[in-house]
């Protein structure tokens, strides 16, 4: 099993940044890839940004490029989503997940439903 906690979500004004960081625990060298996943009020989950556990292999959301960086520290065991240039459309509640499973194409690393782990979320509120 893989444990999830999400930390550093807020309130931020548009334009503004934040960082949030996920603490993964358990059986870490179980894992192949962590992603960012997001869900407003109202609308589906999506996809954010993706990065492999081992090299340095980073995947985004087009909504996102450019302007949010995903990273991760394996000696620490955590993964962070630098956000830049905030827009009110990126408030939601953002997830940290984990794949255990290792697959080949960049595709099923933005696909929610192929991710094993999952932590219970941020609050992240970007005011206009």
């Known amino acids: 099993q893989v444990q999830l906690v999400e930390f550093g979500g807020g309130l931020v004004q548009a334009g503004g940044s934040l960082r949030l960081s996920c603490a993964a625990s358990?059986?870490?060298?179980?894992?192949?890839?962590m992603g960012w996943f997001r869900q407003a009020p109202g609308k589906e989950r999506e996809f954010v940004a993706a990065?492999?556990?081992?090299?340095?292999?980073?995947y985004y959301a087009d909504s996102v490029k450019g302007r949010f960086t995903i990273s991760r520290d394996n000696a620490k065991n955590m993964v962070y989503l630098q956000m830049n240039s905030l827009k009110s459309e990126d408030t939601a509640v953002y997830y940290c997940?984990?794949?255990?499973?290792?697959?080949?194409?960049?595709?099923?690393?933005?696909?929610?439903?192929?991710?094993?782990?999952w932590g219970q979320g941020t609050q992240v509120t970007v005011s206009s």
């Open positions: 997940a984990a794949q255990r499973v290792y697959y080949s194409e960049s595709s099923d690393y933005m696909n929610g439903n192929l991710y094993n782990y």
């Open positions: 358990g059986r870490t060298f179980s894992i192949y890839v």
């Open positions: 990065v492999r556990w081992s090299g340095s292999s980073t």
